[in-house]
């Protein structure tokens, strides 16, 4: 085998350790309503939670006392899955704003893309070119249905690949991004491929859940957590030593933890989308063992 030959080997071998085939089964089986509900709105499929103030008009049943009629109810759901999305999409335009200023013919990297939903955010705000890499295959077919129907499958691909071994061509990327996928990798390798990835003075931005270094190891919410999603959380000092080892420097780190509970909030009262995780982040988040973090880096 030529050194050519083991190259596009590996980058077309999406899984490499049983961990990762496990991760993959997950995706590939997952149809929670709290996803596909939300996404059909607008046809943007998010696998990322929410931010900001809810409108707890939502869940008004109507006259104190009367009983709810089905119409009412139905009505009532419809308004809770989008208040939830609209929580979610506030998320990844918060993030496809930390990554510019970009241009039309810049390229940008998704990590773990899920369905699809923050490289088309990406796209529609700053008219890039994208590359998303899920290690899911049904994810993949999904993605690139979504931008084939949107007409934006000439700017905006999807891969079944993994996002530690990516193949795809060093310093090509003015941007690159993790929204809550990186607990699936070790920080190490994930950092060096997007360091790899990322042009001089390209912006690599992260929205993660991280366990608290302050409160101690990880708390039995983390690790319930973690059951939950066969993933394994990261301490927040993690991120910042993988991150100085491989060229990406912080220019600006913020707590999401606030304004990340009134959706946890919602979600555990929308009864039609419950997965039975929210009182578990609910109560992670309140006693400090675990928070939501933006960082922003650049790639010196
Ligand atoms: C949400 O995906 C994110 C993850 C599964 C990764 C874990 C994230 C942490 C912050 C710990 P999802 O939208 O598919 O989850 P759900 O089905 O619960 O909405
Ligand atoms: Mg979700």
Known sequence: MTIADAESTAAQIPTQSTYQHRVADYWNAEENPVNLELGKIDDLYH??????????????TGPEGAPEPPSRADHRRARITA????????????????????TPEDRVFDAGCGRGGGSVVAHLRHGCFADGVTISGKQ??????????????????????????TGFPTGAYAASWNNESTMYVELELLFAEHARLLRRGGRYVTITGCYNDAYGRASREVSLINAH?????????????????????????????????PYWDLRKQAEHLVTGIEETFLAAYANGSFQYLLIVADRV
Request: glycine content about 4%; overall charge neutral.
């Open 83 to 102: 208040e939830l999305h609209r929580l979610e999409q506030a998320q990844a335009d918060l993030l496809a704003t930390r990554l510019g200023p970009l």
């Open 47 to 60: 696998h990322h939670y929410g931010i900001g103030e809810v409108d707890w008009s939502v869940l008004d």
């Open 140 to 165: 993949a077919d999904f993605a690139t249905e979504q931008a084939r129907k949107r007409r934006i499958d000439h700017k905006v691909r999807y891969h079944h690949r993994n996002m530690l071994d």
């Open 229 to 261: 999603y066969i993933c394994d959380i990261h301490p927040r000092s993690e991120y910042f030593r993988a991150m100085a080892r491989n060229r990406l420097v912080p220019v600006h780190v913020q707590d999401l933890t606030a304004a990340a509970m």
